[in-house]
């Protein structure tokens, strides 16, 4: 819904919310003016999760340490997958710190209308802030799990000297608004979805684990051979976490093409998921 100044053939209110017209009805500067309330979603998402923990908001760095050092163990020194000329333990963290944003991103924003019917039946604010405060959120816990990263890497790069970033790292920042624009788009489409066929809930989250095994986090692109690698590169993400490892730490697959296909993926999945959004948020509350 879309909320406007009323003019003078409307009376005398201040305010008048009305359903929109077209596929595509986001105000923008609807959302603006209710920066405040992105802003409050953000720190309850970022404050509440570990409120109630011992380590608190230490776990967003504890995760992502032992996921990787499992992988370290498992697939590094008992399978002897090789990471090639980087070192596994910057391979797998880099892996799992992006790996967890996209699925953390995906997961929560696929739940927006699902878990929130109760507060969209009492109050009226543009729909799109939830699922926003979902990205930005994750970006937020992701910057925090990336330190751990940069810091592990400064020790290869300038103590240990094993790993030479190179000047492809300053694209990595555009790499990864394309990986937040995918997220977003495969997350408001799912949960327009889940209004109606709730089944895609218990899907969605299985679906996400096996994409990770076509995703290089654990196995490098470099080892995938034959034709199963067309099954990495048609996967808009491969492309993405490549290039960012490339600039990052010297070593990766860096092909223009494909992430000129990832571009166009994230665009035209996140136009179609704001049309569905749009059409869907007029009328959930009687379905949800």
Excluded: H
Aim: with cysteine; proline share 4%.
């Amino acid at each position: 819904m879309n909320e406007k100044t009323a003019s003078n053939d409307t009376g005398n209110w201040d305010t008048i919310i009305t359903s929109g017209r077209g596929g595509l009805s986001i105000n923008f500067r609807e959302l603006w003016q209710y920066r405040d309330l992105l802003t409050m979603f953000v720190k309850k998402d970022i404050i509440t999760v570990y409120k109630q923990t011992i380590l608190g908001p230490i776990w967003f760095v504890v995760q992502p340490l032992l996921t990787s050092l499992m992988f370290l163990l498992i697939f590094s020194n008992i399978a002897k997958i090789s990471t090639g000329a980087v070192p596994p333990i910057l391979f797998y963290l880099i892996g799992t710190t992006l790996w967890n944003y996209f699925s953390d991103t995906l997961n929560t924003t696929s739940k927006t209308f699902t878990e929130n019917a109760s507060i969209f039946g009492k109050v009226y604010f543009p729909r799109i802030i939830l699922p926003l405060s979902k990205v930005v959120s994750g970006l937020v816990k992701f910057l925090i799990q990336f330190s751990l990263f940069a810091v592990i890497l400064l020790y290869y790069v300038f103590i240990n000297k094993q790993v030479t970033p190179n000047w492809y790292i300053l694209f990595a920042p555009l790499w990864l608004f394309v990986i937040v624009l995918i997220s977003f788009g495969f997350g408001i489409i799912i949960t327009s979805l889940t209004t109606k066929y709730r089944d895609l809930i218990f899907l969605i989250s299985f679906g996400v684990q096996l994409a990770m095994y076509i995703t290089p986090v654990i196995i490098p692109l470099s080892q995938v051979q034959g034709n199963k690698k067309i099954f990495f590169l048609v996967n808009p993400l491969t492309s993405l976490f490549e290039a960012i490892k490339y600039g990052l730490l010297g070593q990766g697959e860096m092909d223009i093409s494909w992430l000129l296909y990832s571009c166009v993926f994230a665009v035209v999945l996140l136009g179609f998921g704001m049309v569905i959004f749009s059409k869907v948020e007029k009328r959930f509350i009687d379905t949800v």
